[in-house]
């Protein structure tokens, strides 16, 4: 009969000990390259982390949408190609749409 070898899930206490400490003095940031077009937009919050509860910047209501399957793969190519999010690209034709309208 062959004895089963498993292997731990976690690193062990030396493997952890082995890893350098990281030098946050040193370490260089990457800044969000999408910052400053939210910023300028002014819909959400724009700084570090979440925002407290109830300082939410809006109110902004969440909104489910439907389209086909073929839309939706179209939509995050071109997104995509564009360096957007799709949420963000969607919220953009949304606001020009918006500001075309009478």
């Given at each position: 009969?062959?004895?089963?070898?498993?292997?731990?899930?976690?690193?062990?206490?030396?493997?952890?000990?082995?890893?350098?400490?990281?030098?946050?003095g040193r370490a260089r940031l990457r800044r969000n390259p999408y910052a400053a077009r939210v910023a300028a937009e002014s819909i959400v919050h724009v700084g570090r982390g979440r925002p407290k509860k109830g300082t939410e910047t809006g109110p902004t209501v969440p909104r489910s949408v439907r389209f086909p399957a073929q839309l939706w793969k179209l939509l995050e190519a071109k997104a995509k190609a564009e360096g957007l999010t799709l949420h963000s690209a969607l919220r953009a034709a949304i606001l020009e749409w918006a500001k075309r309208a009478p």
């Amino acid at each position: 009969m062959k004895r089963r070898v498993t292997r731990p899930r976690e690193p062990s206490a030396a493997s952890i000990r082995e890893i350098p400490e990281v030098d946050f003095g040193r370490a260089r940031l990457r800044r969000n390259p999408y910052a400053a077009r939210v910023a300028a937009e002014s819909i959400v919050h724009v700084g570090r982390g979440r925002p407290k509860k109830g300082t939410e910047t809006g109110p902004t209501v969440p909104r489910s949408v439907r389209f086909p399957a073929q839309l939706w793969k179209l939509l995050e190519a071109k997104a995509k190609a564009e360096g957007l999010t799709l949420h963000s690209a969607l919220r953009a034709a949304i606001l020009e749409w918006a500001k075309r309208a009478p």
